[in-house]
């Protein structure tokens, strides 16, 4: 029970579960990759390099001495006078005057004096320049008689060699690596600002896929739709001679997370073939035309490498109803579309050019991109059941240290409904839990605690409850797992806490299903209307009030028993009956309603029918029951968490069917 979400509850009968976006992951590869490392350009490269051009230059014009020290020309004067100038070089319209500032350094000032020459023997990090603008003044020639100063014209410095060719060939310079720059930035890639129109795609060498039939698990009837294909791939003689052509395309269709990225890999490492990959979204840019001239820039080299593997990932970015595209005013992803169903009717399969396209979207596809010649075949990557679970968890576990009491076959009962992609990450949880507490291996508790951090979030021990909403979170639990007890049909209550996890959730029940459901009575599904009605039922009977802590639960029993009216046909008025909603034609978003203000009227009056009378049914049942909730409600408070077994037993003691 929470503020806005009470309870987190895996359920799996009717296969409708929490979709998570992650990668595909029914399946693992090796690990091998041959990509070769490839050099990124890096502003800070360019910054760095124009800070060594400055450095060089500046050491190679610089002189022996000291930088001259600008001061005024009556200042200037009088170090002549006083001797701390020895040296003036008339240079253009200033006087440069070469002299030693430091008292202990007269034998040297005489020594220059003498020699009216700087002497290599002597230490120049003492000697410093003077620089003062000419002034007409007749008297500072006879003054440097008089002191005894030499004095001599020198000719106006010209730059150097790397000076000029600096000053003229670093702006271009700039300019090119700028201009290099931004078209990386631009295209995202190793192409240039004029280099739109080639494709994006990612070619793996053949055999570097590093995925093999045999790293997959859970899609025995999808791997066996492209086993033909790999067949075909490697012996293209046969099907040829018998004048069988081989599908040009193949959809794989699912939920994310199954796999569908991972197949195609997996296809492309057994055939031993060419791989090109691409997203759908790498096909459209800014600019338009680009999309189309990408489309035959990939199947220009596809043909060039053939045999080989075209494997389009999200195609549906490209691929949706050309009518649900104009709408948006975006006629780019129409024409790349355009280009796309010319492309793939224009080459021969005899070529041996495969098209594997993957989306979890395949009602927004365009018609023409699904008929026979295009994708001829559509593969479904569905989630696993639970033998396929079991497979999947032995792949994803076979490199780690398991205790002897883990039993894989539990684990995926108690994951139904998750992917692939999921499993994975129980499975490098529970790991990670182990290195955590210190085990010398991955037992079977760190399995359950990876699976409750899966569907209910982490624990938050740190927020801590006062002892009232501690007590109405024990009681609304309470009443879901005894609800779940005493209702026919339901999934047997795996654990209850009172434990906080996850963003909202203030305590949760978890219900394992023994075995997979596909299908549900209208019983079960009103059965599964009671559960979630039960943990406020029970804080109605215990406390005379009601919480906000039920929002969640309310929420999902108010959309099962909708469905059951108008998709599922389980209504009195209309039985056997849909009543569905039109298709807004922008990315799948239901518009209108296909039925009159009356019969939605009806809706909702057979929806709080229903949902009022199901709430009397439970509010009666624990009711009748009060012994066994305070019963089981007290034993929760007292250790936070009840195990399956031990709720079971006390409901069995206290509980009265």
């Not at 720059?181 to 896929?209: C, H, P, Y």
């Not at 489309?295 to 080989?308: G, I, N, T, Y």
Request: hydrophobic content about 40%.
């Amino acid at each position: 029970m929470s503020e806005n979400d009470n309870r987190q509850m895996l359920e799996s009968t009717d296969g409708k579960h929490r979709k998570k976006d992650s990668e595909p992951g029914i399946h693992t590869g090796d690990g091998r990759s041959n990509t070769r490392k490839k050099f990124t350009f890096s502003i800070w490269y360019f910054i760095i390099a124009i800070i060594l051009i400055s450095l060089f230059n500046n050491l190679m014009m610089s002189s022996r001495l000291n930088e001259a020290i600008s001061i005024d020309y009556s200042q200037f004067k009088e170090y002549v006078k006083d001797g701390r100038i020895v040296q003036v070089a008339f240079d253009g319209d200033q006087y440069i005057g070469y002299g030693l500032t430091k008292a202990d350094a007269a034998k040297t000032l005489q020594e220059i004096a003498a020699s009216r020459q700087i002497p290599d023997s002597i230490d120049t990090s003492a000697i410093f320049a003077y620089q003062a603008y000419a002034i007409d003044d007749p008297s500072f020639v006879p003054l440097l008689d008089e002191m005894g100063v030499e004095y001599y014209a020198t000719e106006p410095k010209q730059p150097s060699m790397l000076s000029y060719l600096a000053s003229m060939l670093l702006p271009i310079a700039i300019f090119f690596i700028f201009y290099a720059w931004m078209s990386k930035r631009l295209t995202g890639g190793a192409q240039g600002v004029m280099s739109f129109s080639q494709n994006k795609s990612r070619l793996v060498a053949e055999n570097d896929t590093g995925v093999r039939f045999a790293d997959v698990a859970g899609e025995d009837e999808a791997k066996a739709e492209l086993v033909e294909v790999v067949d075909f791939l490697r012996n293209p003689q046969r099907y040829t001679d018998m004048g069988a052509h081989i599908p040009k395309g193949v959809l794989l269709v699912g939920p994310p997370g199954t796999g569908k990225t991972l197949l195609a890999k997996a296809v492309a490492g057994e055939a031993g073939v060419p791989f090109f990959r691409m997203s759908g979204a790498d096909f459209v840019e800014m600019f338009v035309g680009v999309g189309a001239a990408r489309v035959r820039d990939l199947f220009k080299q596809a043909k060039e490498k053939s045999p080989c593997i075209i494997f389009i990932d999200e195609i549906d970015a490209i691929g949706r109803k050309r009518s649900d595209a104009s709408i948006g005013g975006n006629d780019e992803r129409e024409q790349t579309l355009n280009q796309l169903l010319v492309e793939m009717d224009g080459f021969d399969s005899r070529t041996g050019v495969i098209i594997l396209g993957a989306t979890n979207r395949s009602e927004v596809l365009d018609p023409a991109l699904l008929r026979p010649g295009r994708f001829d075949r559509q593969v479904l990557v569905d989630k696993p059941d639970l033998n396929g679970r079991e497979a999947i968890l032995r792949i994803h576990t076979k490199d780690m240290k398991l205790a002897a009491d883990v039993d894989l076959r539990k684990i995926a009962q108690g994951s139904a409904g998750l992917a692939g992609a999921d499993l994975a990450n129980i499975a490098n949880e529970a790991a990670l839990q182990a290195v955590r507490l210190g085990h010398d291996a991955i037992t079977q508790t760190d399995f359950e605690e990876a699976i409750e951090k899966s569907i209910a979030g982490l624990e938050r021990k740190s927020r801590v409850l006062d002892a009232k909403e501690r007590t109405r979170v024990a009681y609304h639990e309470t009443g879901h797992a005894l609800t779940a007890f005493l209702t026919p049909g339901s999934s047997p209550v795996s654990k209850i806490s009172i434990i906080p996890r996850g963003y909202g959730a203030l305590g949760y029940t978890l219900q394992y299903p023994t075995e997979d459901r596909f299908l549900l009575s209208q019983s079960e599904l009103l059965g599964s209307v009671d559960v979630l009605l039960g943990g406020r039922a029970a804080e109605e009977v215990v406390f005379g009030e009601i919480s906000t802590g039920a929002s969640n639960d309310i929420s999902r029993a108010s959309d099962t028993v909708r469905q059951m009216i108008t998709e599922y046909g389980m209504s009195e008025r209309y039985r056997n009956m849909t009543l569905p909603k039109t298709n807004s034609g922008i990315d799948g978003v239901s518009g209108a309603r296909e039925y009159s203000e009356a019969t939605q009227e009806y809706i909702d009056n057979e929806t709080e029918k229903i949902i009022q009378t199901r709430y009397a049914a439970v509010l009666e049942n624990l009711r009748k029951n009060r012994d066994a909730l305070e019963r089981i409600a007290q034993s929760l408070l007292e250790k936070e968490v009840l195990e399956g077994g031990e709720f079971e037993a006390l409901a069995k003691q206290f509980a009265v069917k």
